[in-house]
Every structure is written in structure tokens, then in C-alpha cells.
């Protein structure tokens, strides 16, 4: 296993973002306890999540946080990661790009003693941590989809292969869903920014393919905002023949799970894995040269029809 240097450099800078084309919250402090955060888009909701889930068990502990959402490209992402070394913080999050698309990025951490984590984006060396968003959440999503279509049937898959975390699932997917005969699949890669329009835009092509009456229809997204924007496309045709799937967890997903608009989802806990983050960054900051790269994984919970409210009761700020 690869090892990291507990090695980081004291330095108090004012941390100026602009650099990184991205916005940063908190305020000025020692660099050594800054935590920089380069997500693949703050707008998403379990990316917000999992921000707001380390930002505030930082902060807790006396650290400032500053977040660039790098909006679905790699080289800004490197580039922020790049100048986040510059400025020597104390520790360095990858919200799921793949380490293996931030090279650049990851060599100027390393060449800088500062550890790195990544939600979903694997390990590579100098990267202390990854969390296992992928597999583990799209097997029961997949497994629901193909109960509920048996062997027969049509399936629209919505991708974005930019990210790790929808590569993993997408594998998944692939070959779950591929090894059934009966089961046709169309798949088409949304984009960041605009992944509810080609949510969308796509449904409604794949739609006019197949109108009512032309068997077991599914729509399946590797996280469920490009699902929410295919079930505007239904709505608006007034299609209530297609089952629908997404992962995350949304409060907007949760919604839609409760009006029967949305089949099922599998919500991720992305503000306890956003502090699991942290804190297990923190341990390997002092670990030292002695820590060993770890995935760490949180599960998910399927929500359908049958569950939602019972789930809701037990987790009220879901849907909030």
C-alpha cells in the first residue's frame, strides 16, 4: 500500500481562489489547518452534502475550509488542486474526479507533503483515502430495476463518465443489466453542467422510440438528477408506463419517491461521509508514515413506496 508524509508545512497565507475559477468559503487562517475541497459541481445535492458534512466537523476542530467547484473539468480541477499546494493547506479533498485524470494536481500535493482524499475517486499515491461510492450503491439499484422488469424488457441508461463514482456504477450497471438478453439497453452520457436538460432531452428521444404499450420500460441514472430531469420528459407526455431509478438520495429524489414519480433510489449519507473524510484524514496526518490507504465505505439504503416512510421517520432531515 502506498504511504503519505506526515510532513506539512506550517505557512499563514490569505487564501485567494480566484486563481482556481471557483468560489471558497470561510475565512483566512493557518494554512497548515485549511482544508481545500475541488468538487466535480457544488450544485449538486450530495456533493453539497458531503461538503457540508466536513466543513462542519472542521470547522469544529478549528479549521477553515475553501471549496472550488470545478464544474465538471478536470484541468480546472488540477488547477486548483495545484494552487491549493501552492498555498500549502493542511489537507486537500477530490469530490469524484478520478485520481487518474488529476495527475497534475496530485504530483503538486505530493511534492508538497499534503495529504489527499477523494469521495469516489480511488486511491493513487499521496491519496490517504477514497470512500466506495460506486459498486456498493449501484448493485441494489440495478438488482430493483431488474426485479421489477424481469427479462423482458427496454432500459435507458443515463451516464457521466467524467466522474469515477458513475464509472463504477455504470460497470455495474453494464453488467448486471447486459447479461440479460431480453433486456434492451439504450445508454446516452449527460454533462456537468446540464445534466437535468439532457436528462430530458434524452428521455424524450428514447420515448418517441418507445410509446405506451411497448413493454417493460425503465429509465436508470447512475445518480438521480438525470433521472429527475428524464421524469420531467414523462410528465409532460403524460407517461406513467416507464419505472424510474436513481442513487444518492436527494431530498428532491426523496420527494419524488414519496409521489410515486421516482421508483426507487438508494440514499447515501454524503454529509457523514464528508466527515468521515476529515477524520480519517486527520488520522493519517498523525499516523504519519505509518498509515495505510483505507477505503472506507458508508451504506446505502434502498428507498421505494414501501419504505419511504418509514425511512423518512427515521431520517426527517432527508427531505429537508
Keep these: 500500500m502506498q504511504r503519505t508524509s506526515s510532513v506539512i508545512a506550517v505557512l499563514a497565507v490569505s487564501l485567494v481562489l480566484t486563481a482556481c475559477g471557483g468560489g471558497s468559503s470561510g475565512s483566512t487562517g493557518s494554512a497548515s489547518k485549511v482544508l481545500g475541497i475541488v468538487t466535480i459541481s457544488a450544485t449538486d445535492s450530495n ?34 488542486i495545484r494552487t491549493f499546494a501552492t498555498q500549502k493547506v493542511g489537507m486537500i ?34 491519496v490517504v483515502m477514497t470512500t466506495g461510492d ?3 450503491f449501484a448493485e441494489p439499484s440495478v438488482k430493483a430495476l431488474l426485479s421489477d422488469i424481469g427479462s423482458q424488457g427496454s432500459v435507458l441508461a443515463l451516464t457521466y463518465r467524467t466522474g469515477q463514482v458513475c464509472r463504477d456504477r455504470e460497470g455495474i450497471f453494464d453488467k448486471a443489466a447486459l ?11 449527460v454533462n456537468i453542467p446540464g445534466f437535468l436538460q439532457d436528462g430530458a432531452k434524452y428521455a424524450n428521444a428514447w420515448l418517441a422510440e418507445h410509446p405506451q404499450g411497448s413493454g417493460n420500460l425503465a429509465i436508470w441514472g447512475c445518480w438521480e438528477d438525470p433521472t429527475l430531469g428524464a421524469i420531467s420528459a414523462l410528465k409532460q407526455q403524460g407517461r406513467t408506463d416507464v419505472k424510474t431509478y436513481g442513487i444518492n438520495g436527494s431530498a428532491q429524489a426523496l420527494k419524488s419517491v414519496r409521489d410515486g414519480s421516482l421508483t426507487s433510489t438508494v440514499w447515501e449519507d454524503g454529509a457523514k461521509e464528508g466527515a468521515t473524510m476529515f477524520s480519517t484524514t486527520l488520522e493519517a496526518i498523525n499516523a504519519g508514515a505509518g498509515w495505510k490507504q483505507k477505503t472506507v465505505s458508508v451504506p446505502g439504503v434502498v428507498v421505494d413506496s414501501t419504505s419511504i416512510n418509514t425511512f423518512l421517520s427515521q431520517h426527517p432531515d432527508a427531505i429537508s
Excluded at 94 to 123: E, K, M
Excluded at 179 to 186: D, F, L, Q, W
Design 179 to 189: 447479461a440479460v438478453p431480453g433486456v434492451k439497453v439504450t445508454k446516452n452520457e
Design 47 to 80: 456533493n453539497a452534502k458531503v461538503i457540508k458534512g466536513a466543513k462542519a466537523t472542521a470547522e469544529a476542530q478549528g479549521w477553515t475550509v475553501n471549496v472550488v467547484d470545478a464544474q465538471g473539468n478536470a484541468d480546472q480541477a488540477n488547477s486548483a
Design 93 to 126: 479533498f477530490d469530490l469524484v474526479f478520478p485520481v487518474t485524470s488529476l495527475g497534475a494536481g496530485l504530483a503538486a500535493a505530493r511534492a508538497a507533503n499534503i495529504p489527499v482524499a477523494t469521495w469516489g475517486g480511488g486511491l493513487a499515491d499521496g
Design 134 to 136: 460506486g459498486a456498493p
